[in-house]
């Protein structure tokens, strides 16, 4: 099985990610409601970095 976020091989410690980042990019996803089209695009995948480290950082944060 690979990662849903960057495809690449899974870590069983993070099923079924690869890793604690692509766990986290997922999570940000689900919070901002954006996970109807999963993307291998690396501009999605930084944008969803951002959503989730906002999620964790702040509740409300302006642009
Ligand atoms: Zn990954």
Redesign the pocket.
């Known amino acids: 099985m690979n ?6 091989k899974t870590d069983p410690a993070f099923r079924p ?3 604690q ?2 766990a986290d ?1 997922d999570l940000g996803k689900w919070l901002s409601g954006d996970y109807a089209l999963p993307s291998q695009d690396p501009e999605d995948i930084e944008a969803a970095e951002e959503a989730a480290e906002a999620a964790k950082s702040a509740p409300v944060r302006p642009h």
Do not use: G, L
Not at 3 to 8: M, S, T, Y
């Open positions: 990662c849903p976020i960057c495809a690449k990610f690869c890793s980042r692509c990019i």
